[in-house]
């Protein structure tokens, strides 16, 4: 389009400094149309040229998911299932492909997916951090990263993100054995999350409990509450709390959201002018995790949309990406950062020049087996990323140029 613009600018021009003639206007006009043909032809050549890759990429990654998936519908990493909710971040990609492309084989992973997550919640509502599979049975097991503790549950991100993808399946699905189900479930994980993980004096989110020595099982009152509040969590628990607010019919929900909503600038770095990855025990903005730095801005912002919030800090995240769409830090560079970046300019868009080069890194650290390398010199390939990814070309596919 600008350039059929530049044309039309450029013939216009001609005319009317004296360049063309009036007896050579009709020439001049049959020129311009054809040029005009030409340049229309080309962008929309280049336009059907990315939507191909684009979605040749979705295709590749949703079938990485689904190979991960084992015949119960958990989601195996490296002998580890649902870490940090991988599986969730897995669940809501394939949920955006299946409504792009209709492809059944997607709606089969996501009911699958739920069914297994619902055989693993506690009586309480929460989950554990991980599990590992012994024959056919499923038990709470942290990976090596997680040596210190001998157990974690209660995540806010886990009930977070089941309450919204069991609303998402809720409207899409059509066995009423699995929407009864998730029903309860969903109300499981409301009460608990609101009643062991909200803190009332500023209406955010604690991150989960940690036991240091025992068995899993220990009940919950042998845990204890690890004091940090991170902003990626609670802007997942704004959008469990609306999707529980109406798959559950409870209005409290929404106050509750919107409360979060209200405190979230609380999570604003002034000096860097980015958001923070977390609050403290003193209620203070830090920036750990490492791998976490760029994801708490752009991923929130997709999360929570407000343009008055995320404006200037993705305009700071764009400034900070090199040439090649990457964000190289002295302790990696994350391909975390580069899908945060682009998910939230989709919801906040500020730097669209930019979206294209973190599109062409993202593509270029795609692995052969369709998922994505967890940083740009390690190949490891993790359900979360690809599902991030099945969001965002979900997305772009979906625009009508």
């Not at 619902?118 to 989950?127: K, L, P, R, Y």
């Amino acid at each position: 389009m600008k350039t059929r613009r530049l044309i039309s600018l450029v013939l216009c021009g001609m005319l009317l400094s004296g360049q063309g003639t009036a007896a050579l206007a009709g020439e001049w006009s049959r020129a311009g149309e054809a040029l005009v043909r030409k340049a229309d032809a080309a962008e929309e050549a280049n336009r059907r040229a990315i939507r191909s890759e684009r979605l040749q990429r979705l295709e590749r990654a949703a079938r990485f998911i689904l190979e991960r998936q084992d015949e119960h519908g958990a989601m195996n990493e490296s002998g580890y299932i649902n870490t940090d909710s991988n599986m969730l971040y897995a669940l809501m990609g394939l949920i955006q492909a299946y409504d792009l492309t209709r492809e059944s084989a997607y709606w089969r992973a996501v009911e699958r997916g739920l069914w297994w997550l619902m055989s693993v919640q506690t009586a309480e509502g929460d989950w554990h951090l991980s599990y590992r599979r012994e024959g056919e049975a499923y038990v709470p097991a942290l990976p090596g990263s997680y040596r210190r503790f001998a157990a974690i549950r209660g995540v806010d991100t886990t009930m977070a993100l089941f309450l919204y993808v069991a609303g998402e399946a809720d409207k899409r699905t059509k066995n009423r054995d699995l929407k009864a189900k998730l029903r309860q479930s969903a109300e499981r994980a409301y009460r608990f999350l609101v009643r062991h993980n909200l803190d009332e004096t500023d209406g955010l989110f604690w991150s989960s409990y940690q036991l240091r020595e025992g068995n899993a099982n220990t009940p919950l009152s042998g845990y204890r509450l690890y004091k940090v509040k991170y902003a990626a969590d609670n802007a997942e628990t704004y959008l469990g709390l609306r999707a529980a607010a109406d798959l559950l019919g409870d209005p409290r929900a929404d106050a509750i959201a919107e409360r979060l909503k209200r405190q979230f600038s609380r999570f604003v770095d002034r000096k860097k002018g980015v958001i923070a990855v977390m609050l403290d025990e003193r209620g203070e903005t830090a920036m750990r995790p490492a791998y976490a730095r760029w994801f708490a801005t752009g991923w929130s912002a997709w999360l929570l949309r407000e343009r008055w919030l995320f404006a200037q800090p993705l305009s700071v995240m764009a400034d900070h990406m090199d040439d090649s769409g990457a964000y190289r830090q002295w302790e990696g560079t994350f391909t975390l950062s580069t899908l945060a970046f682009l998910l939230g300019s989709q919801a906040v868009p500020v730097r669209p020049e930019r979206m294209r080069d973190g599109e062409r890194y993202l593509f270029s650290v795609q692995q052969p087996n369709g998922g994505l390398a967890d940083e740009a010199d390690v190949p490891s390939t993790y359900v979360n990323l690809a599902g991030m990814l099945l969001v965002y070309l979900s997305r772009e596919l979906a625009k009508k140029n």
